[in-house]
């Protein structure tokens, strides 16, 4: 039962070195003292943070802290006043408009409430960015069935969002902000509005995005119910769902972001969360 000699193994480290391409490792996001204000209100204070590949971020904070402002900043939907945000290694605090539009179509972002088009069935609403593109009609067809299953929807192709509950018009919203693959996924209180139960599918759901296909992501929950699942939980491909990680082991690329009066208070991982001697971030977690 002798292992060979680490020398001799075709793939060490040693003999790698060198002919592997290194893994990419640079950030997928990057905030470097960013300050917005509105009318003279400061809402986001030098902001300084960043999304590795593979991450998950998830960004707590009381309402109206700025949790919206920051995702909405992370794709160029706003702009800040002061500092530096990297987008996928470029620079969009000041990139123009028509630069910025490829940029947004690599990231999927979940609004807060969904914010389905109730004029447009399912299947328009999930393939708008393509409709948009003028991909023919039956590649548009073929993704959306692709999105609908992902997000377990696929009866819904032809039905209106009127027609759906809660919870299934939040997994339209999902299977939408993945039409393109995107290299980054932005949250918005996903669960935001839904029962605890649905709450749950829905974040079933941001695992399996999260472990099937690694997509790094930026989420904003009020909910620590949500945010424990997903650091406690992992997808597994065989069951079809989540299950719990064993007894005391928790997701090492998930971790924590809080606003607190537009600053950011904390930046780490779960154990220090629950361990922080921070005041503000104590009583959000009370
Ligand atoms: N486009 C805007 N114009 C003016 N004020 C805004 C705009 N967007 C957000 N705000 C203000 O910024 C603050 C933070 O908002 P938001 O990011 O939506 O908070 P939350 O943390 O609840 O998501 C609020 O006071 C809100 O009124
Ligand atoms: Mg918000």
Same mark, same amino acid.
């Not at 109206?64 to 900043?73: A, D, E, P």
């Not at 999930?126 to 023919?136: M, T």
């Not at 997994?171 to 209180?189: G, N, T």
């Not at 079809?240 to 606003?259: A, E, I, S």
């Given at each position: 039962?002798?292992?060979?000699?680490?020398?001799?193994?075709?793939?060490?480290? !040693?003999?790698?070195?060198?002919?592997?391409?290194?893994?990419?490792?640079?950030?997928?996001?990057?905030?470097?003292?960013?300050?917005?204000?509105?009318?003279?209100?400061?809402?986001?204070?030098?902001?300084?943070?960043?999304?590795?590949?593979? !991450?998950?971020?998830?960004?707590?904070?009381?309402?109206?802290?700025?949790?919206?402002?920051?995702?909405?900043?992370?794709?160029?939907?706003?702009?800040?006043?002061?500092?530096?945000?990297?987008?996928?290694?470029?620079?969009?605090?000041?990139?123009?408009?028509?630069?910025?539009?490829?940029?947004?179509?690599?990231?999927?972002?979940?609004?807060?409430?969904?914010?389905?088009?109730?004029?447009?069935?399912?299947?328009?609403?999930?393939?708008?960015?393509?409709?948009? !593109?003028?991909?023919?009609?039956? !590649?548009?067809?073929?993704?959306?069935?692709?999105?609908?299953?992902?997000?377990?929807?696929?009866?819904?192709?032809?039905?209106?969002?009127?027609?759906?509950?809660?919870?299934?018009?939040?997994?339209?919203?999902?299977?939408?902000?993945?039409?393109?693959?995107?290299?980054?996924?932005?949250?918005?209180?996903?669960?935001?509005?839904?029962?605890?139960?649905?709450?749950?599918?829905?974040?079933?759901?941001?695992?399996?995005?999260?472990?099937?296909?690694?997509?790094?992501?930026?989420?904003?929950?009020?909910?620590?119910?949500?945010?424990?699942?997903?650091?406690?939980?992992?997808?597994?491909?065989?069951?079809?769902?989540?299950?719990?990680?064993?007894?005391?082991?928790?997701?090492?690329?998930?971790?924590?972001?809080?606003?607190?009066?537009?600053?950011?208070?904390?930046?780490?991982?779960?154990?220090?969360?629950?361990?922080?001697?921070?005041?503000?971030?104590?009583?959000?977690?009370?």
């Amino acid at each position: 039962m002798s292992e060979p000699p680490a020398s001799v193994q075709p793939d060490s480290v !040693e003999s790698s070195k060198g002919t592997a391409p290194a893994p990419d490792v640079r950030p997928v996001v990057v905030f470097r003292n960013v300050s917005i204000a509105f009318d003279d209100k400061p809402v986001l204070e030098d902001v300084s943070f960043s999304v590795a590949p593979g !991450e998950t971020r998830i960004l707590l904070g009381p309402a109206g802290v700025g949790k919206s402002v920051l995702l909405k900043l992370v794709n160029g939907l706003l702009r800040p006043d002061q500092g530096s945000i990297q987008l996928f290694g470029q620079e969009i605090a000041n990139m123009p408009e028509a630069q910025l539009f490829p940029m947004r179509t690599r990231t999927g972002m979940v609004f807060q409430e969904g914010a389905l088009f109730d004029s447009l069935t399912v299947r328009d609403n999930v393939g708008y960015q393509l409709i948009s !593109e003028r991909v023919p009609d039956d !590649e548009i067809d073929a993704r959306v069935h692709e999105a609908l299953r992902f997000v377990e929807l696929d009866d819904t192709f032809a039905l209106y969002p009127a027609s759906l509950s809660g919870g299934m018009r939040r997994r339209v919203a999902i299977a939408r902000a993945l039409i393109h693959q995107p290299e980054l996924l932005l949250y918005d209180s996903p669960t935001g509005g839904l029962d605890p139960v649905t709450s749950t599918t829905i974040i079933e759901l941001v695992m399996k995005e999260r472990d099937v296909y690694r997509t790094p992501s930026l989420m904003v929950t009020h909910r620590l119910q949500d945010a424990f699942i997903l650091c406690t939980h992992r997808f597994d491909e065989d069951q079809g769902c989540m299950v719990p990680l064993p007894q005391g082991v928790t997701n090492p690329d998930t971790t924590f972001l809080m606003l607190e009066e537009g600053r950011l208070i904390f930046d780490g991982s779960l154990h220090e969360l629950l361990h922080t001697e921070n005041k503000f971030v104590r009583e959000f977690l009370e």
